[in-house]
């Protein structure tokens, strides 16, 4: 091998040191340019909400004649009619009422039933359903985390309804905002 051919070997493996130099010092200095922070992990764990019933939803003593009609109840517990059915006013209706606990001045929502079936003793159903609730679709505990909610619907009454008492269960879901 001739002195020429020595150089030029020697020069190529000399710029092929160079260049392995140039990516590693371009790949240990990368790291030098990043940046670390910290940040505060914490969490708070808040008293749950519950809903405990005081009174269930009582339309009281209804008449039905021969037309249809509904018996709304408002969550303030008036009773207002409509078609042909009358109310016995000697008897109150209830709306129902339900004690709401949980953190102090905290937002909730409520969910109300769209719609509940009564059934009697033989299979004669009622449907009742328009719930409304006070307060509406959301509340506010007080600074010691309670409120009370109150429950209303409307009572649709068929044309002869079967005379009789009538039952069922409704739900009522709240939860933290």
Do not use: C, H
């Amino acid at each position: 091998m001739t002195d020429i051919t020595k150089l030029l070997i020697w020069d190529r493996y000399r710029r092929y040191q160079l260049l392995l130099l140039m990516i590693l010092g371009i790949a240990i200095q990368l790291p030098m340019q990043a940046a670390t922070s910290t940040a505060t992990v914490s969490a708070n764990i808040v008293r749950p909400v519950s809903l405990a019933t005081q009174n269930g939803l009582n339309f009281a003593d209804v008449s039905a004649e021969k037309l249809a009609g509904t018996v709304v109840l408002s969550p303030k517990g008036s009773r207002v009619t409509t078609g042909g059915i009358g109310i016995k006013s000697s008897v109150a209706g209830e709306p129902a009422t339900f004690k709401v606990q949980g953190e102090p001045n905290a937002v909730y929502s409520i969910r109300l039933p769209k719609s509940v079936v009564l059934t009697d003793s033989g299979g004669n159903t009622l449907v009742v359903d328009k719930f409304t609730s006070l307060p509406s679709t959301s509340g506010l505990t007080d600074a010691s985390g309670q409120q009370t909610l109150s429950v209303g619907a409307t009572l649709n009454v068929g044309s002869d309804q079967a005379y009789g008492p009538y039952g069922g269960t409704m739900f009522v879901t709240i939860e933290y905002n």
